[in-house]
């Protein structure tokens, strides 16, 4: 991406303060930017577009690609769809990368070395917002994980370790309950990995990871994790370093970039101008690196550093007795343009590569694989008998089918039939698995009318999820306590 013209939103809440502050400086050191401005956000939702967005302001993200964004608020109340999670999604902006650097001692933060990136899966996972309600009593949420888009997120973080000189990626996962989602995804990273001999390597459980990076931060390099858990860690990580009003982020995509502050609008100091500037600015310079203007980003990065050693401090940063100017938003911004053509004292004055070529990732051919329909869950709405599993399995054992049989009913995951314990708590909504009876492939026609006997026998059916076996290999989750 080369391109000098790019789109500009003022956003919401502190958004406008903040993005005035951040245009100044790109101007005063030389960047050299056009911008298209757009509307987005709350008054755009407010005038009863509930996507956020004008289609002819699409338009124009896609015109430009590059896209500068200040934070929005998304009014309160249902219906409003999350127009983040729709550019991020729409466009293809699959690696969300946030830095968290402390800056020690101009800022206060108990881990002077802290000097992490997290690389964020920006399109998966629960955040495909696929959600039912299937019986009055259970409600589900769907966490999809593709092989092609963890294998994209993964060969992203290792690249850009390699481009950033840095020599460690974590992955974080829960695979130990997820193990097929998240198993997957840590399988992944061990396999790419041994592509990098010369980047050290390790995972976390994410419980006890987000734990680690909340106490001992100075340990990490690069996170790799999913979305959620990355959404999660990515903010622990900018309060751990010293304020979330410092952290940028980035969006970035085969095609599309997004650049923003981590922080969202922050309605309860809107307008007073007193809002830090440098999430925002953090994430500017991460676009000008993306556009080939490396040597701006270091110089704006390298004045800001000095700003803030000099005292300059916004009132989320500011220290009584420490700080030596408590300054708001415009006399920040003054400062650190005075500061342009700086460097720091006592912190590392930043130096980029100003050479360096926004990441592509490629991903490996895929592998043909031998797929085989082996059996089905039946997922049921039923209430009767006091949720007795027990008479539920007797009615499902002598259900005709030539090929199926019921294998073991489950409530919420754990076995509650065959065996079952008189202590598990049951909803009615209850999972029945039937498997080939001869361990062969079963036609679909037979799952059809398995289902249409259930229905005969007046038990309603919620959905079904088919059993496969990949390449011979069982591709489905054994229940909780299944023998
Ligand atoms: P927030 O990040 O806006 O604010 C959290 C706290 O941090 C507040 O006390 C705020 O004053 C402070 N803060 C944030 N940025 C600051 C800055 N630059 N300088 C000084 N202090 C700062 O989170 P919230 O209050 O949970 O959310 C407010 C709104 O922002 C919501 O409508 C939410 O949906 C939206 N939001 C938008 C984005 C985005 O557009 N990318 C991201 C997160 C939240």
């Not at 979305?227 to 010293?242: E, F, K, P």
Request: aromatic share 8%; hydrophobic share 40%.
């Amino acid at each position: 991406m080369d391109t000098n013209r790019i789109t500009v939103a003022y956003g919401d809440g502190i958004g406008p303060e903040i993005m005035t502050a951040t245009l100044e400086i790109l101007e005063a050191a030389g960047a050299g930017l056009q911008y298209d401005v757009i509307e987005i956000g709350e008054k755009v939702y407010l005038s009863g577009n509930t996507s956020g967005i004008s289609d002819e302001n699409w338009h124009v993200l896609e015109k430009n690609k590059i896209f500068l964004k200040a934070p929005i608020t998304t009014p309160q109340g249902g219906g409003y769809q999350s127009l983040n999670v729709a550019i991020r999604k729409t466009l293809g902006l699959y690696a969300n990368v946030r830095p968290c650097v402390s800056y020690s001692p101009f800022v206060k933060t108990n881990f002077p070395e802290m000097d992490l990136v997290i690389v964020r899966e920006n399109e998966e996972d629960l955040y495909a917002g696929i959600e039912h309600q299937q019986t009055d009593e259970v409600i589900q949420c769907l966490k999809l994980v593709s092989v092609s888009g963890t294998e994209k997120i993964i060969r992203y973080a290792f690249e850009y370790a390699v481009a950033n000189n840095r020599k460690h990626v974590t992955c974080m996962s829960k695979d130990n309950i997820m193990k097929m989602t998240d198993g997957m995804f840590h399988k992944t990273f061990d396999r790419i990995a041994k592509e990098y001999p010369q980047v050290n390597t390790d995972h976390y459980i994410i419980d006890i990871g987000a734990a680690k990076l909340a106490s001992d931060p100075e340990r990490f390099d690069v996170i790799v994790t999913l979305n959620l858990y990355g959404d999660i860690i990515s903010d622990i990580a900018a309060d751990v370093a010293g304020s979330v009003g410092l952290g940028g982020s980035s969006n970035i995509g085969e095609n599309f970039a997004m650049f923003e502050a981590i922080h969202g609008s922050a309605p309860d100091i809107a307008g007073k101008d007193i809002a830090n500037p440098s999430g925002l600015l953090n994430g500017a310079c991460m676009m000008l690196v993306q556009i080939g203007k490396a040597a701006i980003a270091e110089k704006i990065q390298n004045a800001l550093l000095r700003t803030l050693e000099d005292g300059y401090h916004t009132g989320d940063i500011y220290r009584e007795g420490f700080s030596k100017h408590k300054v708001g938003t415009k006399a920040f911004t003054a400062a650190l343009i005075e500061r342009l053509g700086q460097k720091p004292i006592g912190l590392k004055p930043v130096e980029l590569n100003h050479h360096a070529k926004p990441i592509h990732v490629s991903l490996k051919a895929k592998e043909k694989v031998e797929k085989k329909l082996v059996g089905v869950d039946v997922f049921l709405d039923w209430d009767e008998a006091g949720k007795d599993p027990n008479v539920l399995g007797k009615l499902f054992e002598n259900i005709p089918s030539d090929q199926l049989a019921l294998d073991m009913i489950s409530n919420r995951g754990v076995v509650v039939f065959p065996h079952g314990h008189p202590s598990t708590f049951c909803t009615n909504h209850w999972r029945c698995r039937f498997t080939s009876k001869n361990e062969s492939e079963v036609p679909f026609s037979e799952i059809l009318e398995l289902q249409s006997h259930i229905d005969k026998a007046n038990i309603k059916v919620i959905k079904t999820e088919n059993l496969y076996l990949f390449n011979n290999k069982p591709a489905y989750s054994i229940a909780q306590g299944e023998k």
